[in-house]
Antibody, heavy 124, light 110 residues
Framework: QVQLVQSGDELKKPGASVKVSCKAS????????INWVRQAPGQGLEWMGW????????NSAQKFQDRVTMTTDTFTNTAYMELGSLRSDDTAVYYC?????????????????WGKGTTVTVSS | QSALTQPRSVSGSPGQSVTISCTGT?????????VSWYQQHPGKAPKLMIF???MRPSGVPDRFSASKSANTASLTISGLQAEDEADYYC??????????FGGGTKLTVL
């Protein structure tokens, strides 16, 4: 079945980096982009960034642009999100989510398949 | 890239209807017909309920409907059921491969 399997929970110290993986299965990885979305405890969803698995094009929310790196490995059908210079307010559940991809000449700008989330805790 | 504006909470009794609004700007909700809605139960990943303003993915009950007028999108849930109690988020494409979410609305079924 179509699914995104994320890496395990992480505990990091302030100033460190974290790299979360998101392995896709059950569909053609190259046909759908990957979004990264986070949710701080008790807070709402926050869009972090998007990467095309087809050509590597990417963009991220302004607040993360100098700290986030998104990559993909088309051999293992895995997307990665690395967030650097971690602070305590980066403590959150980090989700990867597949976008709707192409259907003919139409691109679907929604997120229909989500990973279960990776909890990243930043604490000294 | 400011978050879309949603009411913090709404409530309704079983069988009633509720509507959740989502207000954006000319740069997102008003310009693009790419508004989507997500349902999130506690401790779970979000679930896509509506895409392209008003389209329902297969498997989503037709009790869920949505629309858009200018810079405000709306999600209506009719015939409320206990399992509809959850947080709901709107999301809009905002151009140049960026998206923006609303702050979320907690739906309580009384």
């Amino acid at each position: 079945q179509v699914q995104l399997v994320q890496s395990g929970d992480e505990l990091k110290k302030p100033g460190a980096s974290v790299k979360v993986s998101c392995k896709a299965s059950g569909y053609s990885f190259n046909n759908y982009g990957i979004n990264w979305v986070r949710q701080a405890p008790g807070q709402g969803l926050e869009w972090m960034g998007w990467i095309s698995t087809y050509n590597g094009n990417r963009n991220s929310a302004q607040k993360f642009q100098d700290r986030v790196t998104m990559t993909t490995d088309t051999f293992t059908n895995t997307a990665y999100m690395e967030l650097g210079s971690l602070r305590s307010d980066d403590t959150a559940v980090y989700y990867c989510a597949r976008d709707g991809g192409w259907s003919g000449y139409y691109y679907y700008y929604f997120m229909d398949v989500w990973g279960k989330g990776t909890t990243v805790t930043v604490s000294s | 890239q400011s978050a879309l504006t949603q009411p913090r909470s709404v409530s309704g009794s079983p069988g009633q209807s509720v509507t959740i609004s989502c207000t954006g700007t000319i740069n997102d909700v008003a310009y693009y017909n790419y508004v989507s809605w997500y349902q999130q139960h506690p401790g779970k990943a979000p679930k896509l309920m509506i895409f392209d303003v008003s389209m329902r993915p297969s498997g989503v009950p037709d009790r869920f409907s949505a629309s858009k007028s200018a810079n405000t999108a709306s999600l209506t849930i009719s015939g409320l059921q206990a399992e509809d109690e959850a947080d709901y988020y709107c999301c809009s494409y905002a151009g140049r491969d960026t998206w923006v979410f609303g702050g979320g609305t907690k739906l309580t079924v009384l």
